[in-house]
């Protein structure tokens, strides 16, 4: 069966479009966790500013950092080994109480970090628990 | 004799002085949906927690958020579809140990226990009891439980378009360490 010009033209329109949906769309559905080391950071901040921040006002806070990449200096006051590979960094800020916690997922070696270093750790905030949760964290300097 | 009664009330001294509540704050609660169509998991390892050995009395708090997945799409469904983390941040658990004298805190081992309280999720409270254990170890003290929960009785309402995928009951596995010496 022969199809008339226009027809097929539109034809040929609709397969192309379907077909880049149905590739967009199992790409989407695929789509995994970003690369913190390769965005940008919305926030630039220090553990102790941070807590600040949520300790005055959580409401605000929570609006103006979860979901945000933020970028955080501080001291790390722990250093804990948690299920699947996971590492939870603490960084002291100040209070006794509340400090920044900061998970690496699926990590299998400690990339050297011990208690009382320095760091700049980049990751996703989560909100405030008892302490400021970051998470998919990476190191971006020691 | 005497110098064995002396030890005795030192020991004891000593576990009062050094308090009688654990807190940690890397804790971990996962849950796993198994269908024929998809395994969806869901990872948290950011959970705090408080567990006094004396009363038996037992608190565990997360935020939704913290929630980690394998695929983007799936974590941002689940925060902004079922859980509304926005509106629900956490969820918590207080409870207690229901036959806490089956526990010896201080001789290293395995027990089973019963841990009964409020469950509360995406803001609505439920009763509930479960099994677990508590290892006791040196230096630390873990908590082991595994139990299941339907999305329904929290309110949670999954869309006809994904029920397929995502189980009637889901598997939550509850794994805490309390750390019982040295820095926590």
């Known amino acids: 069966m022969k199809i008339k010009r226009p027809y097929r033209f539109i034809l040929i329109v609709i397969l192309i479009t379907g077909f880049a949906g149905l590739i967009a769309a199992i790409y989407l559905f695929n789509l995994r966790n970003k690369d913190l080391l390769k965005e940008k950071p919305n926030f630039i901040i220090t553990a102790e500013e941070l807590r600040k921040e949520f300790e005055s006002d959580e409401n605000a806070s929570t609006l103006k950092f979860v979901n945000k990449i933020v970028e955080v200096t501080g001291v790390i006051s722990s250093v804990e080994k948690g299920e699947n590979n996971s590492l939870n960094i603490a960084l002291s800020t100040g209070s006794s109480l509340s400090s920044v916690i900061c998970t690496f997922p699926g990590i299998t070696d400690n990339p050297g970090l011990v208690a009382g270093q320095t760091v700049t750790l980049r990751g996703e905030c989560s909100g405030f628990l008892l302490d400021v949760l970051l998470n998919n964290c990476v190191l971006i300097s020691k | ?184």
């Open chain 2, 1 to 184: 004799m005497k110098r064995l009664i002396f030890v005795v009330i030192i020991t004891g001294l000593f576990i009062q002085a050094s308090g009688q509540k654990y807190i940690t704050k890397n804790g971990y609660i996962g849950f796993f949906s198994h269908t024929p169509v998809e395994d969806i998991k869901g990872d948290n390892n950011q959970v705090a927690s408080v567990l006094d050995i004396s009363s038996g009395e037992i608190v565990f708090q997360v935020l939704i958020k913290s929630f980690r997945f394998e695929k983007a799409l799936m974590e941002e469904h689940f925060n902004e579809n079922y859980l509304e983390s926005e509106k629900f941040p956490k969820a918590t658990f207080t409870g207690k140990i229901v036959n806490p004298s089956a526990v010896s805190f201080s001789t290293p081992g395995v027990y089973e226990v019963e841990v009964e309280g409020d469950l509360n999720i995406h803001g609505v409270a439920k009763k509930v009891k479960e099994k677990g254990t508590i290892e006791v170890a040196k230096g630390n003290i873990s908590g082991n439980s595994k139990f299941s929960i339907i999305p329904e009785d929290y309110n949670i309402k999954i869309p006809n378009v994904v029920r397929n995928n995502i189980a009637k009951t889901i598997e939550v596995t509850v794994n805490i360490k309390y750390p019982t010496s040295g820095n926590q």
